[in-house]
């Protein structure tokens, strides 16, 4: 990495990985709290403030690099890192195509680029640290520590508090979409729905990131236990997280998977948790965040 200054890094090791092994063992399940355990770990070490007044942030203007997911995957890269890209390899090289299809240019182009993603997910490499890197900041987590969901609250994405610190807030709304989720946690939404066998008490907003996500979930028969269970389903995008194709109510409070939880992106005065979409769809069916 010698084309970062020295010091510019800050290096997160995740140690004793419960919930690493359970992340790669089933897919994408409670990622989201690795997600939020990155602020937390830096709160509990005095790097990090939510405050605003004299704000400390040990990550401002400095890259994150993380150790100990050797095996995740691109969505679960994604994920991670909150990324604001929807589409992932397998599903950008179909994109790329489609546009060739429909007369986008430049063909060549599109197409050099999907032959060079192929050409990586049939040989994948990983970068790896130089022995003799430094760091601004090394924060070591063990995640076996870590056993209960995690939550951003309101309204600060780098504000996060253990699911049992907020336990017993009335939610009104909840949202699983945005760029940070995948379809597996749509799939895992609907699971949850449908096994909790109910009409849900609060409003449920469902938006996949992208078309194709959408049209497989309908095949697999997702739709109809959004449907059943009486959740809203809106068009695949940005939808809630965007705050600029839909609204939650004024002044409501909600638990949402999207990217940030900043002052009136979701809805003029509204208090938003950022959390995963197993725990948005647990506590929608309950109405309150508890364990």
Known sequence: MEW??????????????????IIQNRGCDSLRDLVNVIPYAAIQQGLLTAEKQGKKNVYNGRVVEIQ????????????????????????????????????????RTLERRARAMEERLENPSLMHDDADAEYAEVIEINMSAITEPLLAYPNDPGGV???SKVQG?????????????NIGHFRAAGKLLE??????????????????????????????????SGARTEMPG?????????????????????????????GKGADVYLASAELASIAATLGSCRQ
């Open 238 to 266: 940005c939808s809630l997280c965007m705050g600029n194709q839909a609204r939650i109510a004024e002044a409501s409070t909600a638990v949402s998977t999207s990217t940030r939880n900043f002052p009136n992106r979701l």
């Open 195 to 228: 096994s909790a066998d109910t009409a849900i008490p609060t409003r449920l907003w469902i938006a996949p990131p992208t078309k194709m996500d959408e049209a497989q979930l309908m095949e697999e028969g997702y739709y109809n236990i959004y449907a059943t």
């Open 68 to 107: 100990g997911l050797p095996n995740q995957t691109v969505e679960q890269a994604f994920e991670l890192s909150e990324a604001s890209v929807a589409e992932y390899l397998r599903s950008t090289i179909i994109m790329l195509r489609w546009m060739i299809v429909f007369g986008y240019e430049d063909a």
């Open 161 to 163: 508090k253990p699911l």
């Open 4 to 21: 970062l200054a020295p010091l510019t890094i800050i290096l997160i090791t995740l140690q004793s990985c419960a919930l690493a092994d």
């Open 169 to 181: 807030a009335k939610i009104d709304e909840f949202f699983v979409g945005s760029c940070m989720t």
